[in-house]
């Protein structure tokens, strides 16, 4: 109790015991067990060739960190060598860097959708769009998940109100959490008469696409598309680009808050990006081997559990519903030797708590084998 009388801690405790009253307290746990849970879906992140380059850098005083924002003294050539070399690999005119895949989404939509406009986000968008989308200037409207009919019924409807702004479509092209695919050349399509398309790649890059440009590659230079590519999943090391129009880099250099008043990423994670770049062009191997993996899953996934539908891609949502169950077959599984989390609303829709299977080179195919088996032996009956 503090001074006074007045418990000012109280709110958060009973917050918190709500939570976990509705199996939804949240706890920071280590990793241990076989990796079925991170996004190195490469196994990058262990990277010898990256590995290398970081510790040349700093042999040749490359510093560790950039100890300021971009436009004081926090600006290096090897940043700067970083962008021109990942606008060229993914086909843009320009990228620019920030220190993670949320914050540069959070940027892009805080920043370039301007009033009068209007953001239109995929109903399973990514929470760094949706608070993006309440911090932004533009309108915001949701179209159900996957739906261009209905995104083009909700882009009819606020024109037909005598709106003549431009209309920002966002989605991601691979989905976290469910692990499908955004129809982005029907999105195009409606971009290209009514505005733009933002397209987070976070998912799909390294692992779709030409060596790993991502599964909008074959969009990438038009002046109407802006991409995100994250450093911290495939690529193993941590931040995040937008690549698009020199323009539209431009304007964020000029008008993007989160980018103008923030220390810039360390350059070391330039240099760990950029040899992740070239691993992605010398190694095709790792996109093939991953594949693999997702095939020999859903194989043995057919044959154990068949009633339980996938994915096809490395991220592999298996939905059992309550949230007290989902946790409990996590455990479960984890005490069986893989680390694979249970996720739980607001995450994801209520009533869909799911396992999360993420499929990576860090677990050998062996394992992969053995954890169907587990599953179908641990799989609750509700």
Not at 17 to 35: F, I, K, T, Y
Not at 189 to 205: I, K, N, P, Q, S
Not at 297 to 319: E, N
Not at 355 to 378: D, F, H, K, Q
């Amino acid at each position: 109790m503090e001074q006074g009388g007045m418990d000012r801690l109280a709110f958060y405790r009973r917050d918190l015991e709500a939570l976990s009253h509705a199996s939804r307290l949240r706890r920071l746990n280590a990793r241990r067990g076989v990796d079925f849970s991170s996004n190195d879906y490469l196994g990058l992140a262990q990277s010898v060739r990256i590995r290398d380059a970081v510790a040349a850098a700093l042999d040749r005083g490359v510093p560790v960190g950039a100890a300021g924002s971009r436009l004081l003294r926090g600006e290096t050539e090897a940043q700067a060598e970083f962008e021109d070399a990942a606008a060229a690999f993914f086909g843009a005119e320009a990228a620019l860097g920030f220190g993670g895949g949320y914050v540069a989404n959070f940027a892009v939509i805080t920043t370039l959708p301007q009033r009068g406009d209007l953001l239109l986000m995929d109903a399973l968008s990514h929470a760094s769009t949706q608070e993006g989308a309440r911090a932004g200037r533009a309108e915001m409207a949701t179209f159900r998940h996957g739906d261009v009919g209905y995104a083009e019924d909700v882009i009819t409807k606020w024109r037909g109100a005598g709106h003549r702004g431009a209309v920002w479509i966002a989605v991601e092209s691979l989905y976290s959490m469910d692990g499908d695919r955004a129809p982005l050349d029907d999105l195009m399509r409606l971009a290209d008469t009514h505005g733009f398309l933002l397209v987070d790649e976070a998912h799909a890059t390294g692992v779709f696409g030409p060596a790993g440009r991502g599964l909008a590659h074959h969009l990438e230079g038009r002046g109407n598309v802006v991409t995100l590519h994250t450093l911290g999943k495939a690529m193993g090391g941590s931040g995040a680009l937008i690549c698009g129009a020199r323009v539209l880099v431009d304007f964020l250099i000029n008008r993007c808050r989160p980018f103008i008043f923030a220390t810039a990423p360390s350059p070391l994670m330039a240099v760990a990006g950029q040899e992740a770049l070239a691993i992605l062009r010398d190694e095709p191997w790792r996109q093939a081997a991953l594949q693999d993996r997702v095939a020999l899953f859903a194989s043995q996934m057919a044959r154990h559990l068949p009633q339980v539908p996938l994915s096809g891609s490395q991220i592999v949502p298996l939905i059992v519903g309550p949230d007290a169950a989902t946790m409990d077959l996590a455990a479960k599984v984890q005490a069986r030797g893989f680390d694979i989390r249970g996720i739980r609303p607001p995450t994801v829709p209520e009533g869909t708590a799911r396992l999360r299977v993420s499929l990576t080179l860090n677990a050998p195919e062996a394992e992969v084998i053995r954890l169907a088996g587990v599953l179908e032996e641990l799989w609750p009956d509700l």
